[in-house]
């Protein structure tokens, strides 16, 4: 069965602190992406990877970095945190035909 | 650039009625939709999917959508709700790049009356 994880379900941070959220998929998929979710906004893409090493910017990617260092790893990170990345975060992972998988999300809240 | 609409951000509907939700998608090329549904506490699961063929698409759990290239619009429906149909719903439009990325809309919540 397909499966994506992500590290937390939820997690509190300070304002500036660095933040690191992890995903992984047990799926072999070339793919992988990061959204934030807001209500009334749907899903945004911050960022996207087609293969190792690859990135790719999404729609809203100022504040966050990423990295994807082996296949089925896809790591977001919050360099200096802020109140307005208070967000659910999910990850997806996908191969070639576009169905993307989801993985549960992390609530993060900046205080 | 390509956009999706879903004009009504919250439905509510009684068990066992019928169920329409609204999509309408701005995109230049021929579209490839999606509806995904969100439970509660959950990620996001593919409900359908629409490439080319046939315009009306069946999914899983008895929901269908229709693709109308005049209207910009790929609805979905399904005939007799279940209060487990009780979720969020996201219509999203697929464009080839790197990747082949999705574009969301905004979501509708479900609520269904007993």
């Known amino acids: 069965d397909v499966k994506v994880t992500q590290s937390s379900r939820y997690l509190v941070k300070r304002t500036g602190e660095k933040v690191f959220l992890e995903c992984v998929q047990d799926m072999d998929h070339e793919n992988m992406f990061w959204y934030r979710q807001d209500p009334g906004l749907g899903l945004r893409l911050i960022y996207f990877?087609?293969?190792?090493?690859?990135?790719e910017k999404g729609d809203i990617p100022e504040g966050y970095s990423v990295s994807r260092e082996k296949k089925e790893r896809f790591s977001l990170i919050l360099e200096s945190a802020s109140t307005n990345q208070t967000s659910m975060y999910l990850c997806?992972?996908?191969?070639?035909?576009?169905?993307?998988?989801f993985g549960p999300g992390t609530r993060l809240t900046v205080t | 650039a390509q956009s999706v609409t879903q004009p009504d951000i919250h439905i509510t509907v009684s068990e066992g009625a019928s169920l329409e939700l609204r999509c309408n998608y701005s995109?230049?090329?021929?579209?490839?939709l999606f509806w995904y549904v969100q439970s509660p506490g959950q990620g996001l699961q593919l409900l359908l999917k629409y490439f080319s063929g046939d315009t009306l698409v069946q999914g899983i759990k008895g929901f269908e959508a229709e693709f109308k290239r005049s209207q910009s619009s790929f609805n979905l429906r399904k005939p007799s709700v279940h209060w487990s149909d009780a979720a969020e719903y996201f219509c999203a439009v697929g464009t080839y790049n790197a990747g082949n990325m999705l574009t969301f809309g905004g979501g509708t919540r479900l609520m269904v009356k007993p």
């Open positions: 997806a992972s996908a191969t070639g035909d576009w169905e993307q998988y």
């Open positions: 995109y230049g090329a021929t579209p490839y």
């Open positions: 990877s087609y293969d190792v090493k690859m990135k």
